[in-house]
């Protein structure tokens, strides 16, 4: 299985997926899943409109379908868009990348993610949607590829495996634990992003399962997000902790690491109990993935110098909230990943 290859110099990230193995699906499946059965529409009609998927909630949480282009407004760096493209998402394709924690702390999560991501993926997926699988621990690992068979993703699910060597102790006369890199959770969200997604065009998501716990990740928290702002990938995170791992300590420590993912990609995070299990939270994300709407506009600064441009995405209607990401970055056209 291809394992990420990952190089950071002179402050600046950069990264090196390898290509996917002839293995992982037979040849005849290749050449269906590789592409989509269909097309997906034409959003991005001119290089300079700007694309902005959102979710609309009410004041109890619920999802809102069926409102108008002219219930909604738009802004950028405070200044009022006017809107050119309008959709409801209920089945514009998809393409998504599921990012699941392996590492030592999730160890006994893995059945359990295993049975209801492929349950999730069966009932999301449609002939036009793609999906690929990623698994991290010490370090991120491509597990599936590219395809729309919930079979080949149930394949790639069923290797999932613990990723988290022990600790060790130095020879030295005053023994020292040395602690190895554990959950490159930022890393496996950046690669995903910039070298997964940031080529493709139409809705992209990234689904995170993890305790959000971070160690040894080579790029920072903003890194990750800004690869994920610049492939126009939505971040939806899965809070889920086993209390048996940490006991009484550290449970929650990655909760504002998966929140800030989220929040600032237009995700959201859903958190796993007794109460709300893992098969219910993919439920819930199901709808919220298909229950979306499409803004699209040309902004008045033409100037792509690759700063990062603010968004802000409200209803005429006060009672209701909207989820969208805060910004993008304007990049020159040759570099864009699709906003």
């Known amino acids: 299985m291809p394992v990420l290859a990952f190089a950071v110099a002179a402050g600046t990230g950069s990264a090196q997926w390898p290509p996917a193995n002839a293995d992982h699906q037979p040849a005849a499946e290749q050449q269906t899943t590789e592409q989509p059965a269909e097309a997906p529409p034409t959003i991005r009609v001119n290089v300079d409109i700007v694309n902005v ?11 809102v379908p069926g409102l108008k282009e002219d219930d909604f407004e738009i802004a950028e760096d405070g200044k009022p868009q006017t809107i050119k493209y309008f959709s409801r998402e209920t089945d514009l394709p998809l393409t998504l990348g599921l990012l699941i924690d392996v590492s030592l702390s999730q160890k ?56 988290a060597p022990p600790p060790q102790f130095n020879s030295g006369p005053v023994p020292t634990i040395y602690t190895p890199r554990g959950t490159v959770l930022r890393d496996a969200v950046y690669v995903a992003a910039r070298e997964q997604l940031k080529g493709q065009i139409g809705r992209k998501a990234l689904i995170v399962i993890s305790d959000g716990v971070d160690e040894g990740s080579r790029v ?22 086993d209390p048996r791992a940490y006991g009484s300590f550290g449970i929650g420590m990655g909760a504002s690491d998966l929140k800030k993912l989220s929040e600032d990609t237009g995700g959201r995070v859903y958190k ?29 600064n033409p100037v792509k110098d690759g700063t990062f441009r603010r968004i802000l995405v409200k209803t005429k209607n006060d009672d209701l909230k909207v989820q969208t990401r805060k910004g993008y970055f304007a990049e020159p056209p040759d570099s864009a990943g699709g906003s």
């Not at 998927?53 to 999802?63: A, H, I």
């Not at 359990?112 to 349950?119: F, I, L, N």
């Not at 920072?220 to 809070?239: F, G, N, P, R, V």
């Open 53 to 63: 998927f959102c979710t609309v909630r009410n004041k109890q949480g619920g999802l």
């Open 220 to 241: 920072k928290l903003q890194e990750a997000i800004d690869a994920a702002q610049k492939a126009d990938a939505i971040i939806y995170s899965i809070d889920y902790a």
């Open 272 to 300: 796993v109990d007794r109460k709300h299990p893992l098969s219910a939270v993919f439920k819930e994300l199901q709808e919220e993935l298909r229950t979306q709407y499409t803004i699209g506009y040309i902004p008045t």
């Open 108 to 163: 006994r999560l893995i059945e359990d993610e295993k049975e209801a991501a492929s349950e999730f993926f069966t009932q999301v997926l449609k002939s036009k949607d793609l999906a690929f699988l990623i698994s991290f621990g010490t370090d991120s690992e491509l597990l599936q590829d590219y395809t729309s068979s919930a079979r080949l993703l149930r394949k790639g699910l069923d290797g999932l495996k613990v990723d």
